[in-house]
């Protein structure tokens, strides 16, 4: 069983830059892939970027760029860097955890996932 709380989220400007975190527990962190996603009002959740075991990340097409995920074991976390903020941004974003048996791998689709967040909610002004 592994345990994941989102932090970090909040109300900011349009143009500005946030970080989120999501602390781990529970099992070896380094026996999972990490994902983050987002869910805006009304819409579906939405993938925006995986790290791999080995810190190998990926990100959605619309993403690149302004997104940057990282990982550091050595705390249990992985953290999502978001620049240039928009409104379009405004979502409830979730980190996920996967237990993955090889280390390059990095999932994007959101029912590969084992354990969910409960969410910290962004909000960007416009």
């Known amino acids: 069983q592994v345990q994941l709380v989102e932090s970090g989220g909040g109300l900011v400007q349009a143009g500005g830059s946030l970080r989120l975190s999501c602390a781990a527990s529970?099992?070896?962190?380094?026996?999972?892939?990490m994902g983050w996603f987002r869910q805006a009002p009304g819409k579906e959740r939405e993938f925006v970027a995986a790290?791999?075991?080995?810190?190998?990340?990926n990100y959605a097409d619309s993403m690149k760029g302004r997104f940057t995920i990282s990982r550091d074991n050595a705390k249990n976390s992985i953290y999502l860097q978001i620049n240039t903020l928009n409104p379009e941004d405004t979502a409830v974003y979730y980190c996920?955890?996967?237990?993955?048996?090889?280390?390059?791998?990095?999932?994007?689709?959101?029912?590969?996932?084992?354990?969910w967040g409960q969410g910290t909610q962004v909000t960007v002004s416009s």
């Open positions: 790290v791999s075991r080995n810190a190998n990340a």
């Open positions: 996920a955890a996967k237990q993955a048996a090889y280390e390059n791998n990095w999932y994007r689709m959101s029912n590969s996932y084992d354990y």
């Open positions: 529970g099992r070896s962190f380094t026996d999972y892939a």
